[in-house]
């Protein structure tokens, strides 16, 4: 079950006016379940997107790639489950951008004007025909944009190993005007993203200059999903979409340090932050949420690396499952981070509120017991002091359990 982790309520998501979602059962891996997702856009709307820094990158996240950098018109996406498309060298580009054809003919733009999407088993042939036969249906379902509800639908529809759907919402002011920022994302394992996660979708109807649409969906993405580690695996296929629908009728926002730019740049980062914080709480097989804090750093990266070290750490990982305080294995992941002159006399370990290493040694006052206390919760945050400067970095993260073994032994029967 995932850690704190609410269900979803499809009523504390706020419509996005000049985005539709349709959602079909395809069949693309199984039977009767929701696994085709489409988007339409209304025109003028403006979209950017950041993918994933594995060089062995999906057929899908070529294609947007090469539809982003030929269009500025994006008219719609196509998101399936199920299968991949990836370790499928020529043939699954040629499918991915079939698929664009097909939406393209029924959605009447340009193939270029469509982006897609794909998430499930590596190295299989993606079965194109039932997403052409499913795209009808998921075209003729398009919910009207007031309709809250077909997030909820799409959040269903992206999922994998999920357990729940996942989804966020948030609504500000602007120049007097209201305005929505919702997205949703999947993911629960195959996640150590280096720019986002599995494959996220934020939209908002703000009017803002479409130059500026990109640095924001940069920042967002390091303030939230390049945070998180489940298993320390960077997926193929990770996509994290942010749609400016510019429909809200407010003055365009023309700068992000502007008044309405943070306000909006807050709310987007919120809804990202809480969509990553999602997919760590339904980690597969997770039964605790790990906060790792890194301060006292001279950079940023060297407090990244001591943080994504602990993150990573299946001995750490593993002790949290156990409730163990077995904390030596946090002090050795940071040890072998790479910070080259890194002094150990120096750090000092805390877990919640409790002082476990003082200057590089256990704390004389530290008990074991006060350590287990803490590791019972299901809710944790480990805090590193490295006294050398004044940097900081935070991940997050969740223990390994039994049922990650089985989850991922079981993936594709």
Known sequence: MPVNLKPLD??????????RIGVAMAGIRKANRRDLVVFALDEGAAV??????????????????ENLAASSAIRALVVNTGNANAGTGADGLARARRSCEALAAIAGCKPQQVLPFSTGVIMETLPLER?????PAAWGALKADTRADAWADAAAGIMTTDTVPKAASRRIEIGGRSVSVTGIAKGAGMIRPNMATMLGFVATDAVIDPALLQPL????????????????????????VLIATQRAGHAPIKALDSA??????????????ELAQAI??????????????????????ECRLAAYA???????????????????????????????????GLIDLYLDDVHVVERGGRRAAYREEDGQRVM??????????????????????CDLSHDYVSINADYRS
């Open 131 to 135: 997403i052409e036969a499913g795209l």
């Open 280 to 301: 760590v709480r339904d980690g597969e097989g997770a039964t605790k949420f790990i906060t790792v804090q890194v301060q006292g750093g001279r950079t940023v990266e």
């Open 376 to 397: 019972k919760q299901s809710e944790i945050t480990i805090r590193v002091d490295l006294h050398r400067g004044e940097a900081q970095a935070l991940v997050w993260t």
């Open 10 to 19: 499809p009523s504390s998501l706020h419509p996005v006016p000049g985005l």
């Open 260 to 273: 309405e730019g943070r306000a909006l740049r807050e709310a987007v980062i919120a809804v990202a932050e």
């Open 48 to 65: 950017a997107g950041v993918f994933t820094q594995n060089r062995f990158c999906a057929a899908p996240v070529q294609v947007c790639r």
């Open 310 to 344: 602990v993150a990573h750490s299946p001995l750490v990982k593993t002790a949290f499952f156990a409730s163990d305080p077995n904390l030596g294995r946090i002090l050795a992941a940071v040890g072998y981070a790479g910070i080259g002159d890194l002094d150990q």
């Open 217 to 240: 969906l940069d920042e967002a993405a390091g303030r939230s999903f390049n945070r998180i580690t489940i298993d320390g695996d960077t997926s193929t296929n990770d996509s994290f």
